[in-house]
């Protein structure tokens, strides 16, 4: 078993489905979760949604998994 990072979007307080959004390294995680919630418009001004979060969880998967990092 290996431990790695789930990507986690909830979407009008319902959770998608992000089954197998793996990730080992929880920098990399963070990143797709960050940019998910808060978006980037341009370079000069970020946004916020406000109907979606996202956010990365630990949990263990068997090896063969795959990731996306």
């Keep these: 078993m290996l431990m790695c990072f789930l990507l986690v979007v909830i979407v009008n307080g319902e959770p998608e489905n992000t089954a197998g959004m793996y990730f080992r390294d929880i920098?990399?995680?963070?990143?797709?979760?960050?940019?998910?919630?808060?978006?980037?418009?341009?370079?000069?001004?970020?946004?916020?949604?406000?109907?979606v979060s996202a956010y990365c969880t630990p949990v263990m998967?068997?090896?063969?998994?795959?990731f996306w990092d």
Excluded: A, M, P
Excluded at 33 to 47: A, F, W
Excluded at 61 to 66: A, I, L, P
């Design 61 to 66: 998967v068997s090896e063969g998994t795959k």
């Design 27 to 51: 920098n990399r995680c963070n990143y797709f979760s960050d940019r998910i919630e808060h978006g980037l418009h341009d370079r000069r001004h970020r946004g916020s949604q406000t109907e």
